[in-house]
């Protein structure tokens, strides 16, 4: 799944142009292209006496690290090459040369990945000798790798060092003392679980593409698997499954304190929580909302845990990726005091492009209580109308040309296939099969009552263009008769129709720029209306609107999705839109 073409086939360039990009969209940020070091511009500090915060590690996790850099959050950046480790000589130049000199200590966090340590920790060391006050957190929050497993590496490093940075950040930004942030750092940690699940492995720019198969072979067809790592490390299970199965699987690998080797924190009912929803970067808004669902569901209706908020986001990617991470932050007392919980750190204003920008925190503690229960009140019955159609006349006029399109559906189809996306004789058909349904409890013989019935019947039922363009002409038509509607009663005549359907025409084309010409139902319905109006005959009207249908063979379109699928096929079919069109009104003058 994942993509083995890129726009960029040089990693290296890619990471340099995605770090010189912030300083585009974040015009407080500076970059140190050499040393791979993005940080922020000291005009745009506050107070530049505030502990500084740097992170890091290996490119292909963006937004993570560098676009985390920001008020509120990070003061640095050191960026690797995808998937590895920056080296300890350009942490030892961030933490040297790249931060304010006024700054009363430097707090580097880092994710518990061996060449991450060995590297920050290399650059720490060289940092203090040279006399700076530097502490360092390590993030594991994984818990895809149980203790046995894990042994003395511990736990991986995932998106839960987004929380992290953030807590940290917010401190440093309120001036509290590098010892507070460091250990508050540790408090989250220690209270942080993650886990990961994807589909697939990803792609890294630069590389062949039969190592891009050599990877996709790794996860067969149909498998999902949980605990992968951010550098496509194995996880710990391959599983075949649906998205319920998969959530109720990962939630009882960080939340079931009965399983010793993973059961890294005990989250209990009564505890207040933070749940990250992270994107791997490759699943698609619709299927992360989707994902934050069911998480969200299972963690009240299995655990009785109800998240106090829900970070939804790529936060810390791994490139293109069709995976998530789950991560739960148990909200532990921090014993700073007032303003510095860390749900209110959470909460805390970051000016960083990474960061989402969440709903407000008034917003989450207002209580919004569900409006009170009561019955909808009906739709306002339609006004009656004195313009009379008999009942069974109407049936027995309508029934066989939906019948007759109904049958056509395949014939419109196969030319939509030719010259659209060959969804038109479908919702043609759904459309006729839902008025059918609906003739038999048409008893009324005021127009107005029909048009009630029909109206919303197509409104529902059809969908796409030729849907809304039905539902449109036929509400103007309903408008345009009433518009004709006597003191007395008076039957629809065929003059009666034929005024109202060239009105409703030119109110359709206030919402359409089609004529006769363009290759759409146009072709169709204006030389009938025309006819109709001039002759007073259906039948002569309807062919009127068979010839105008044959004529859109070869007729290069000029609306309508049509126009850009290209191809000749078009000059073999006529326009399918108008073709429906004409076998109902057809059958309309079969019937009469």
């Known amino acids: 799944m994942s993509a083995a073409k890129h726009y960029l086939t040089d990693p290296i360039h890619a990471v340099l142009s995605n770090l010189n990009s912030l300083t585009f969209t974040n015009p407080s940020l500076l970059v140190d292209a050499q040393n791979k070091i993005v ?33 509120g959050l990070l003061t640095a950046c050191v960026a690797g090459t995808i998937f590895a480790s920056p080296g300890a000589e350009q942490v030892r130049t961030c933490l040297q040369h790249r931060l304010p000199t006024e700054s009363k200590g430097i707090l580097v966090v880092a994710t518990n990945y061996t060449g991450d340590i060995l590297n920050f920790g290399m650059g720490v060391e060289k940092a203090r000798a040279l006399g700076k006050k530097v502490e360092m957190v390590v993030v594991g929050d994984d818990v895809g ?48 679980v993650s886990l990961g699940a994807s589909l697939s492995r990803v792609h890294v720019p630069g590389r062949g593409i039969e190592e891009a198969r050599e990877e996709e072979e790794r996860l067969g067809p149909g498998l999902v698997e949980i605990g992968m790592g951010i550098h496509n490390e194995p996880g710990c299970e391959k599983v075949k499954t649906d998205l319920p199965g998969l959530v109720k699987i990962m939630l009882g690998q960080m939340l079931n304190q009965s399983d010793k080797d993973r059961a890294y924190v005990n989250i209990e009912k009564t505890d207040e929580t933070i749940l990250l929803i992270n994107n791997f970067g490759g699943v698609s808004n619709l299927e992360l909302g989707a ?46 005091g007032p303003g510095k919980s860390l749900l209110e750190l959470i909460d805390a204003p970051a000016n960083a492009i990474g960061w989402p920008r969440c709903v ?44 007759k399109l109904i049958d056509a559906e395949a014939e419109v189809t196969k030319y939509d296939s030719v010259v659209g996306d060959g969804d038109c004789g479908i919702g043609l058909k ?69 005024k109202s359907l060239a009105m409703s025409i030119g109110d359709l084309r206030k919402y359409t720029p089609a004529q006769p010409g363009d290759r759409t139902l146009m072709d169709a319905l204006v030389p009938f209306v025309e006819v109709l109006q001039k002759t007073g005959s259906t039948k002569e009207a309807a062919k009127a609107a068979k010839l105008g249908t044959d004529k859109t063979k070869g007729m290069k379109a000029s609306l309508g999705r049509s126009v850009y699928v290209g191809g000749t096929g078009f000059e073999e079919v006529p326009d399918p839109g108008a073709y429906g069109l004409s076998i109902f009104l057809s059958g309309i003058a079969d019937a009469l």
């Open 430 to 498: 759904r459309g006729a099969e839902a008025i059918l349904k609906v003739l038999p409890s048409i008893s009324s013989d005021d127009a107005m009552m029909v048009f009630a019935k029909v109206c919303p019947t197509v409104e529902n039922t059809m969908d796409g263009t030729s849907g809304a363009l039905y539902a449109i002409f036929l509400n103007s038509l309903a408008s345009n008769l009433r518009a004709q509607d006597t003191s007395s009663s008076t039957p629809v005549t065929n003059e009666i129709w034929a």
């Open 145 to 192: 790798v149980g203790r046995e497993k894990g042994g003395k590496v511990g736990r991986r490093g995932l998106s839960g060092t987004a929380l992290v940075v953030k807590v940290v950040g917010a401190l440093a930004e309120q001036g509290v003392a590098l010892e507070d942030c460091a250990r508050v750092g540790y408090l989250v940690v220690n209270n942080l």
């Open 360 to 403: 407000s925190a008034e917003t989450w503690e207002n209580e919004h209580k569900p409006p009170p229960q009561r019955a909808e009140e009906a739709e306002q019955e339609t006004r009656p109308s004195n313009l009379k159609l008999d009942p069974t006349r109407l049936r027995k006029t309508l029934e066989p040309a939906l019948k």
């Open 291 to 336: 994902i934050t669902n069911e998480v969200v569901i299972q963690l009240k209706k299995s655990y009785g845990l109800k998240p106090r908020r829900i970070v939804q986001g790529t936060l810390f990617g791994s490139l293109d990726g069709p995976g998530f991470i789950v991560s739960i932050l148990r909200l532990a007392d921090t014993g700073l």
């Open 39 to 71: 940080y922020r511009n000291p005009s745009s500090i506050s107070n530049l006496q505030n502990v500084s915060v740097v992170c890091g590690g290996g490119s292909g996790h963006e937004p993570g690290f560098a676009g985390f850099v920001g008020d």
